[in-house]
């Protein structure tokens, strides 16, 4: 296997993710990090200039129903089992 990521490398991505990582761990990582590139080189070895490029493997439309403005809850039934009201708006505490 090339060794294209170093464990330096895995020690240095993982301190801007502030991660501690052990040293079983670094190698771990280090040796998936390689394997993850490696599959990507045997992906790139395709074929896929007459690929159409795509979204989706399955071509699917959205089904929205028409926007229609339709009657709510009325203000004080809406307000009426809330544990604060000022009789406009829900009372809640500060969260700052």
């Given at each position: 296997m090339d060794t294209r990521i170093t464990r330096e490398e895995v020690?240095?991505?993982?301190?801007?993710?502030?991660?501690?990582?052990?040293?079983?761990?670094?190698?771990r990582m280090?040796?998936?990090?390689?394997?993850?590139?490696?599959?990507m080189d045997k992906l790139n070895e395709l074929e896929t200039k007459e690929v159409e490029p795509t979204t989706h493997a399955i071509q699917l439309q959205n089904v929205f129903r028409p926007d229609l403005v339709q009657p709510s809850l009325d203000r004080e039934d809406a307000l009426a089992n809330a544990p604060g009201t000022d009789g406009?708006?829900?009372?809640v505490p500060k969260v700052f």
């Open positions: 020690r240095h991505v993982a301190l801007l993710a502030r991660l501690e990582l052990s040293e079983a761990e670094e190698e280090t040796v998936q990090m390689n394997g993850i590139l490696e599959y406009v708006n829900f009372v």
